[in-house]
């Protein structure tokens, strides 16, 4: 069964570093998502695109988040200057046809020490 | 504001003991409502999705229905295995907001 996988596993940084976590979607998705959950909160939606194009962008996706699709198969978000309270599951996903949810992968977690 | 909650926070059954979980939400433009399954450090686990008012759907011990306000998760007769964190999430054309969850633990 086709799964997005994302890496890497965890990623430790210090403040300021930059950083890029890694995602593989579904190959005939064309909607891709990150969204994020800080441990013990919601899962919050950060970005959707599509077709080369930010589609939406929470409040969260500030001037310091990014995403990519820099070739057919993998999606990324940066995160220029990491703070402290960018700590968080960061999860990827895709969905064939928008408003249909997405499946998700199994998350990065990303830890600003 | 767009908003979903989901209530208990958290459930504990006993093996066999039948339950619902309660999902509402308050969307305008709703497209359609989302649950999930998260075992601990986990990826959110698709479970099933609703379009309509009345339509229901069934997995296993699971059946999820809906309403203009609401969305019930029904587990009948759970196990141990059933035991994780169940996330309802609406979606609005390009993104899903979630509620905060309800962790269910099955003990046998």
């Known amino acids: 069964e086709p799964e997005v996988t994302q890496t890497p596993s965890h990623q430790v940084t210090q403040m300021g570093q930059e950083v890029i976590l890694r995602c593989v979607p579904i190959?005939?998705?064309?909607?891709f998502y990150w969204y994020r959950q800080i441990l013990g909160q919601k899962v919050e939606f950060l970005v959707s695109f599509y077709n080369n194009e930010i589609s939406e962008k929470s409040e969260i996706f500030d001037d310091q988040f990014s995403v990519e699709r820099p070739d057919g198969s993998n999606f990324t978000l940066k995160i220029r200057s990491t703070k402290l309270e960018d700590s968080a599951m960061y999860f990827c996903?895709?969905?064939?046809?928008?408003?249909?949810?997405?499946?998700f992968g199994p998350g990065t977690r990303l830890t600003v020490l | 504001e767009d908003q979903v909650t989901q209530s208990p926070e958290a459930l504990r059954l006993q093996e066999g003991e039948s339950s619902s979980l309660n999902c509402s939400y308050t969307?305008?433009?709703?497209?359609?409502l989302f649950w999930y399954r998260q075992d601990p450090g986990k990826g959110p686990e698709f479970l099933f999705t609703l379009y309509s008012a009345g339509e229901e759907k069934e997995k296993e011990r699971l059946k999820a229905t809906l309403t203009k306000k609401e969305s019930f998760l029904h587990i009948t007769a759970p196990k141990p295995e059933d035991s994780a964190t169940y996330l309802c999430a609406a979606t609005l054309v390009s993104k899903l907001i979630f509620g905060q969850g309800t962790t269910l633990q099955v003990k046998p």
């Open positions: 996903a895709s969905s064939e046809a928008i408003g249909t949810g997405g499946l």
């Open positions: 190959s005939n998705h064309l909607y």
């Open positions: 969307v305008s433009g709703l497209r359609g």
